[in-house]
């Protein structure tokens, strides 16, 4: 338990579902990130949030829109997706963008 | 750019010890991180060097040096359950974030 947590862990979804995955903390951090892990490649920046605003969008395709209510709580919305974006999703936090990352249990993503 | 290198795969002997060496480019530098990940598990945090040396936790060891923007993680007294995935990162000062390297699959034998 590292005080990340994502939902659901296991989505299997076709290309024309539209899908959320949500990821909450409970450690008080600022900072929130999406990342992408697929099989034998570096962790994927996606997006950084800090005090609930935008800070990094890496180039990600709109079919991947994030949304960041709170400190607290990070969504994924996902549409219209392709089967190459079947991989781990992963949620992490930090106190602020230079300390260590804290990282959720991820979110096994496959598009059908 | 930012990149970072390290070896794909290592494979060690049960109470041996074992190197995993980093090379970073940034377009800037803040500090190097190493993460630890099992199988179907969420990547841990295990160190973090800022500065020039050694920093020593337990059966861990990290080691940077800036002039060579090298880096390296040192496993001692090797444990069956240290096989696992072990990534390096940079906080890249100027871009505030944190980027990881590809990973290296630690793999030991009995």
């Known amino acids: 338990e590292t005080g990340v947590t994502q939902t659901p862990r296991h989505l299997v979804m076709g290309m024309t579902n539209k899908k959320s995955l949500k990821c909450e903390q409970h450690?008080?951090?600022?900072?929130m990130y999406w990342y992408k892990q697929s099989a034998k490649k570096p962790l994927e920046l996606m997006f950084v949030y800090n005090f609930k605003e935008q800070t990094e969008n890496n180039s990600v395709p709109s079919r991947f829109s994030p949304e960041c209510p709170n400190s607290s709580h990070l969504f994924l919305h996902l549409h219209t997706l392709q089967p190459e974006d079947s991989a781990l999703y992963l949620c992490?936090?930090?106190?602020?963008?230079?300390?260590?990352?804290?990282f959720g249990q991820g979110t096994r993503l496959t598009v059908v | 750019g930012q990149s970072l290198e390290q070896p794909s795969e290592v494979t060690a002997v049960e109470g041996a010890i074992v190197q995993i060496n980093c090379t970073y480019q940034?377009?800037?530098?803040?500090?190097l991180s190493w993460y630890q990940q099992h199988d179907g598990g969420a990547p841990t945090f295990l160190s973090y060097n800022a500065l020039d040396g050694l920093e020593e936790t337990g059966r861990f060891s990290s080691f940077l040096s800036r002039s060579d923007s090298y880096g390296y993680l040192l496993l001692q007294e090797l444990q069956m359950k240290d096989s696992a995935s072990y990534f390096c990162a940079v906080r890249d000062r100027r871009a505030s974030k944190i980027i990881f390297g590809s990973g290296t699959r630690l793999s030991i034998r009995p």
């Open positions: 940034t377009s800037g530098f803040y500090g």
């Open positions: 992490a936090s930090s106190q602020d963008l230079r300390t260590e990352a804290f």
């Open positions: 450690l008080g951090h600022n900072a």
